[in-house]
């Protein structure tokens, strides 16, 4: 999967329709997560079984604080699906708003 790529996109479709059966993907794609977070946290949420949960969360939660705006709401949004806390997920909501009233209307970084 190269960055800038369709293949992480159709990886994540796939994957997500699988669902749980395709929880054996887990370690390659917290392996992958850094290169290619805006598909992949969709893909960590699909898949992930709970014996695994805690381990995403955390790779997750380390996401909703670093690198581009839109891939920290990613995170935090998958995060907030995967164990429902919404702790990231709030000053990242705020901060969108922000801008959206500032007329910026799009992500900050």
């Known amino acids: 999967m190269r960055p800038g790529g369709t293949t992480p996109f159709r990886v994540t479709a796939l994957l997500t329709s ?3 059966e395709a929880s054996e993907a887990v370690p ?3 392996a992958a997560l850094p290169s290619h977070p805006l598909p992949l946290t969709k893909a960590l949420v699909a898949v992930c079984p709970p014996g695994r949960r805690a381990e995403v969360a955390d790779a997750l939660r380390e996401r909703t604080a670093t690198g581009p705006a839109d891939e920290r709401f ?3 949004r998958a995060l907030h699906e995967l164990t429902g806390d919404h702790g990231p997920l709030l000053p990242l909501l705020a901060e969108r708003l922000a801008g959206s ?3 910026g209307g799009g992500p900050t970084s």
């Open 101 to 103: 009233a500032g007329g």
């Open 18 to 20: 699988w669902g749980r």
């Open 28 to 30: 390659e794609l917290l």
């Open 74 to 76: 990613a995170a935090a």
